[in-house]
Nanobody, 119 residues
């Protein structure tokens, strides 16, 4: 069992930056690939970024490439999402999730953190 808690969301002006954190419980954090998704009101959930258990492989959604960076610190059981050059269309609830042994299905999800970008 892994519990995920996101933090770091908030209100920021367009062009600004935020860094989200996802703290995981349990001793097997590095068994999991970690990912971030987001969901804006009235829209489907959207893939943002994913990082392998070792941190060596990273993937990004097209809308955030070049602006967002995913990372992790397995010693701290924490994954991060650095978001730069934020746009109003980045406004959403951001969720982190974990896929055991790097599978495609996400076994655990956090409760989400709100990011609001004002124009």
């Amino acid at each position: 069992q892994v519990q995920l808690v996101e933090s770091g969301g908030g209100l920021v002006q367009a062009g600004g930056s935020l860094k989200l954190s996802c703290a995981g419980s349990g001793r097997t954090f590095n068994d999991y690939a970690m990912a971030w998704f987001r969901q804006a009101p009235g829209k489907e959930r959207e893939f943002v970024a994913r990082i392998s258990w070792s941190g060596g492989i990273k993937n990004y959604g097209d809308s955030v490439k070049g602006r967002f960076t995913i990372s992790r610190d397995n010693a701290k059981n924490t994954a991060y999402l650095q978001m730069n050059s934020l746009k109003p269309e980045d406004t959403a609830v951001y969720y982190c999730c974990a896929a055991r042994y790097g599978g495609l299905a996400y076994d655990y999800w956090g409760q989400g953190t709100q990011v609001t970008v004002s124009s």
